[in-house]
């Protein structure tokens, strides 16, 4: 695919063809100054030798079946729409309106908004919460079995159930246990691997999910692999869903223009780490050291399997995530100090912790500079606050009593109107409501506002933590079903 976008920009045409900078002749020249002409040079349409996403005969089915090849899968399609769209098709190929959807508390959001788009309702496991980290774990085959006996003895059918292995913070769960529950039912298995596009490509990274027996694991390439932001794959093995199905919902959901700078990023990926088999030897063995110098210093400490009492099989060794607690700092707190006064930035920040993620273009410079930002930390919090007493950790875990009166989509179209959150207490609520972290929808549209929930809010809210989804993101108000 890189060859054939080569090929056809070097070519001497005359162009009346889309987009309108016309290979890069009329491209603003405040973006062509930063970025080059050669992005707008290559930023194709469909030509005919650049072939078609939706119905492959040429190199993007050739640079599919090559990815899937190195992937291990039996198929894989390019996404253009991130992860997102390949979470929305796996389950819209799956459930059909009223199918039941298993799927951990701690889903990302295209998980809820997939459930609105396939009119499945959800069943939810709340996953091993540790209210030190203020971090949610995995979810285990024991609670997935449960879920579906009580699905089988209401008479309900069951779509698909859906896994997040890695969570964000790199904790994995037992996919292959999961696959045994749920094969013998006739029941596929998604995997939202957003996280472990890489855990392919080394020994010492965990297995992957299509390794482990999954139907279909959806990746974001772009994460700690190299192709463009935006980009992912989605790969497939087995004959328990459709591929055909699975074909339809992406045209449904990607873009009818793909962008071929974000297809031929993925093809570039693909073949980067062919032709390079020792690839993360590296970046292991930095991520390795710099925990094992972390885990010294006073006041710091680095998440860990041990952190969970579930016996989850692996956490990537590529997140270092950290707490200051002990240095009585915040994770925003660290996080700010790290940035403002050192330069560091993280990929993720919490109440109780910061992630880093280490990935192929982390040099040694960056990490020894953290380790030394680290012990700057401690050197300055640990003994002037070392007499303070500890600060309470406020945030409670996630709420487990959930009571659903419409499912996502019922809530998504039905009118509604907006009250303040203190008058919000047994209201059907009409949008998504997730501090981050820890990242757990408090309130999913269609779930009843319960007193456990609105404390939590209110409490939330009185610590000024980030909300997700909510159209109000101080909180004073929320949107409720107007039934």
């Not at 698909?160 to 994995?172: I, K, N, R």
């Not at 060794?317 to 100090?337: F, H, K, N, V, W």
């Not at 709420?399 to 059907?428: C, M, N, Q």
């Not at 501090?435 to 549209?445: A, D, N, R, S």
Request: aromatic content about 6%; proline content about 6%.
């Amino acid at each position: 695919l890189v060859h054939a976008l080569k090929s056809t920009a070097s070519q001497d045409v005359s162009c009346f063809h889309f987009p309108g900078h016309n290979r890069g002749k009329a491209a603003p020249s405040s973006l062509s100054k930063l970025i080059g002409l050669g992005a707008f040079l290559h930023d194709l349409p469909e030509l005919p030798e650049l072939d078609d996403l939706f119905s492959p005969k040429g190199v993007i089915l050739d640079a599919q079946k090559r990815a899937a090849q190195l992937f291990g899968s039996s198929k894989t399609w390019f996404l253009v729409n991130g992860t997102t769209c390949g979470i929305q098709a796996s389950v819209m190929a799956t459930c059909s309106p009223g199918d039941y959807l298993i799927v951990p508390r701690n889903c990302h959001i295209s998980v809820i908004s997939a459930l609105v788009l396939s009119g499945a309702v959800p069943k939810y496991i709340i996953p091993e919460y540790n209210s030190g980290w203020d971090i949610a774990g995995g979810i285990t085959p024991l609670q997935v079995d449960e879920a579906l006996k009580e699905l089988e003895e209401d008479g309900k059918r069951v779509g698909a159930v859906l896994v997040t292995s890695p969570t964000y913070h790199g904790v994995c769960s037992n996919v292959q246990g999961i696959v045994s529950v749920c094969h013998p039912r006739g029941i596929p298995v998604i995997v939202d691997e957003a996280h472990g596009a890489h855990f392919r490509f080394h020994d010492s990274l965990p297995s992957t999910a299509i390794e482990q027996g999954a139907d279909l694991a959806v990746q974001s390439t772009h994460k700690v692999l190299c192709s463009l932001t935006q980009s992912s794959m989605l790969h497939m093995v087995g004959d328990l869903v459709s591929v055909n199905k699975v074909s339809q919902c992406l045209q449904v959901l990607q873009s009818s223009s793909p962008s071929y700078l974000l297809l031929s990023s993925l093809d570039a990926a693909r073949d980067h780490l062919s032709k390079n088999t020792n690839i993360f030897d590296e970046p292991l063995a930095i991520s390795s050291e710099t925990k094992g110098q972390l885990m010294i210093i006073p006041g710091i400490s680095v998440l860990d399997l041990l952190c969970f009492a579930s016996d989850f099989p692996a956490i990537d060794p590529l997140r270092i995530t950290l707490s200051a607690s002990d240095l009585q700092l915040s994770g925003y707190e660290a996080d700010d100090i790290l940035y403002e006064d050192h330069q560091i930035v993280s990929e993720l920040v919490g109440t109780r912790a910061v992630t880093f993620a280490v990935n192929l273009g982390t040099r040694a410079q960056d990490v020894e500079k953290l380790v030394q930002s680290a012990k700057h930390l401690s050197e300055k919090y640990f003994f002037a606050n070392s007499s303070k007493p500890m600060k309470e950790n406020r945030v409670c875990g996630p709420l487990e009593k959930i009571y659903v009166h419409l499912t996502p989509r019922e809530a998504f179209f039905t009118k509604k109107r907006r009250v303040r959150i203190e008058d919000s207490l047994g209201e059907i609520c009409g949008e998504l409501i997730c501090p981050y972290p820890p990242g757990i929808p408090v309130l999913i549209p269609g779930e009843v506002v319960t007193h456990d929930s609105l404390s939590y809010l209110m409490n939330v809210r009185h610590q000024g933590i980030t909300i997700s989804g909510a159209t109000d993101a101080e909180l004073n108000s929320i949107l409720v079903c107007n039934l």
